[in-house]
Structure formats: C-alpha cells, structure tokens
C-alpha cells in the first residue's frame, strides 16, 4: 500500500511539482517536526501558496457532485439526532424502570451515537449538508451545543487545516507526530466514561473535566486550551488573526455553558437526575469508537507535501458507521474537494479511484499507524509515504468520455467554512 520515507523523501510521487517557498525549516534539529516558532498567519496567507494535486475527473462530474440537497441533508442530520433522542429515550426508560444493566448498557450505546456528534459538528461547519443556508445553521447549533463543540474557533482553524493541509506553517490542527496511543488507562476512559484526558497535540478540549473547565474559560474571555498543551500556541495563533471569530466564539461558549447549566439544574431540581448523564455528559461516554476511526485520517502520513493522497487517509467502514461518521472515512476524497458534500463522497470515490491509493481497512490502518509510530520512536523524521497510482492522462477515454484537470477555483473551494476574515486567499 506504501512505503516508509523520511522527511523530504519523494517516493513513488509524481505529482509533487511546483513545490511552494517554505517559511519555516523543513524539520527541527534533531530531525523530527519542527515545532516552532512560526510566522503569523496573515504571512502565511501571503506567501504561502500550495500547488495542490487533484484527480482529473469526468467533464461535470464534480459539479454534480456538489449539489447540495435539504432531503439528504434531513436523512442525515435529522437522521442521527434522532438516533440520540432514541438511545437516550431508551436509557430513560431503564432508569424508570430500575433496570441497572440495561440502562448501563443503553447508556454505553447512547455515548457511542452521541460522541459521533463531532463529525456532524465539522461537516455542518461547512455548510455542505444542507441547500438551505438556515438549515444548516440551525443544526450546527443544535449539534455543537450538546457536544461543547464550539464552531467558530473551529471555522478559523478549521479553513487553515483545509487551505495549507499538514504545512506546520499554516496548519496545526494536528500537530506532529501523533501517537496511535493505546495506553491501558486511556483505553478504560474511552471504553467507559472518558473523564481526565486533556487537550494535546489535536484540536479538542479532552475529556470531561477538561471539556468543562476550558468551555467555562473561553465562556470568561480565556483561551480554550491549557498553556503547557501543544494546542495552546495554535489558538493564540487563529485567535490574533482572526478577533472577530474569537469574540463570537467566546459568546457560543457563554450559550454552551448556560444550556448545561440549566440542564444540571432543572435536572437536580425535579428529581430527574438521568438527564445530566443523558444530555451533559454523553459526549463523554464509549469514546472508543470516535477515537479509533478518527485517528486514522492523518496519522503517520506526510506532512508539507502537496498531495492529499499523501497526507489523509481513507478507509472503508459499514454501512451503520459510515451514516455514524458522516462519511468522513473517505477523507482524501473529502479533503482533495472539500465542497462535495458528506452523502456524495462515495460516488466522489469511485469517480476518482483509479487516481487513488486502495484505501484501507480500519484494522490496517492501525497497523500502519502503530508501526509507523514506533519507527518515529527511534527516527523522528520517518513519515510514511503512501505509494500512488500513476498519473491519470488528462483527454478522451476509449469510452468517449472526457478526462479533464480540475480548476483550482472549484476544486479548491471548502464549502461555507471560512469566516468572512478568510474568504479570500490573499489579504
């Protein structure tokens, strides 16, 4: 499937021409990521400039790709809160009836559906899933609510992960190297009630000690992340390029904290304590399986490449895990043309897949990880570089059908995301 590689090694890739002016080294000195200090961001948007690769596709296609649809848009969004309303009708009903063993277990079953929320909170943001603009924002905020997802830091950071994939310089989204960590501890937090975890190396308030303490921070003005955390630096950093998103953002934090608030209250109040595992805390539990199918899509790979075959990583999963993920286990797909929305990735993929690396399978994908990782343990720089097809020639097919490059101003765009700050390349 691919091949090691250290850092500014080009294995099997074609495509990397026009390599953009890099602003910072290309590694530290002890070879591993550099880890800073990094320019400004607004310097970084002026002068950092990647040359994407995208798949030639079927003359059309992408824009049929594209179209946005209120139905499908239902089915999904509308689709997974009602599961969650479901799973969480079901552990209310054990409680009433004292049924411990069940409600432990419906309760397990309701984290699994509710801490998958994420996903719906970054396609959302978008602004992908729904045609209708006020859909789409009604349930983004339904969704970041519940889950203490706060979307506005996250639009900023979110636009940079997107525009500058993996060039430290203007993505630290995921900062690396990431550890496919499979520590004892942490695996009894995600199989249970993920309760002391912390903020890190990936964009995320931790667990639910954390989750709450940085939610009442950035509520009173602070910055969502702890000083020592590798996150910290890459808030600061989104926050003084873009103040206007920061200051809406701590006012969606003021909102989060006072739903929970009045749920905990009304909750203690009326006796109907089962709400307060049920609605502030589901994002907390059965963590697992958000864990293991997230981690997979940049972990290991490359980074400061300009090929998202390279840098994400896709995998196939079920059907029940796909509408769980919102699709987002095609995530070259999603990456190399961020405007298709979550229900069309798949048809995106089979367009595309002769121009694409075989995507794995989630078990492979961890093997890859893990092994991937323990080489970094003993050479920092190793990056694992994922071989690719060669390149598709651009023309008439024998089937008639015409194989065109991609325009960089469609294939570039990433949906609704950007705040107004971002919406142009330059500034």
Known sequence: MGKGAGRGGDGDMKAQTHAPRR????????????????????????????????????????????KRSDTQGLLQAGGHLALWLFTASLVYCCWLRGMVFAG??????HGIVGSTFVYGCHELGHGTVFKTKALNTAFLN?????????????????????????YPEG???????????????LMLELFTCNVTSGCGRVFGKGGLVSTVKLT?????????SEPDAEQYEWLNAVHADQPEEFRKSKQFSRVIVLFHAIVFAASIASGQWIFIPIVNFHAFVANWYSYFVGNTQHCGLRSSVNDFR?????????????????????????????????????????????????????????????????????????????????PVEVGVRASGEALETVSDEIGSSIGDLAPEGLTQRRK
């Open 142 to 166: 339904i969704f970041s609510v519940l889950f203490w997802w706060e979307p506005f830091d996250y639009a900023a950071s979110h636009t940079y992960h997107h525009r500058y994939s993996q």
């Open 310 to 390: 390279k840098n994400t990583r896709s995998i196939t999963l079920d059907p029940i895990s796909e509408f769980l993920f919102w699709r987002m286990n095609w995530h070259i797909e999603h990456h190399m043309f961020a405007a298709v929305p979550c229900y069309n990735l798949k048809a995106l993929h089979r367009e595309v897949a002769s121009d694409m690396p075989a995507p794995r399978s989630l078990v492979g994908a961890w093997k890859e990880m893990r092994l991937t990782w323990h080489k970094q343990k003993e050479d920092p720089a190793f990056e694992f570089d994922t071989a690719v097809p060669k």
């Open 171 to 185: 993505d630290r989204e995921n900062l690396f190297p990431l550890e496919p960590s499979l520590d004892p501890w």
């Open 104 to 109: 432990v277990a419906s309760m397990w079953l």
């Open 216 to 224: 009442v921070k950035a509520a009173l003005g602070g910055v969502a």
């Open 23 to 66: 602003l910072v080294p290309e590694c530290a000195e002890n070879g591993g990521p550099y880890q800073g200090p990094f320019p400004p961001l607004k310097e970084v948007r002026e002068n950092l400039q990647v040359n994407w690769y995208r798949c030639p596709m079927r003359r059309g296609a992408l824009g049929e790709l594209m």
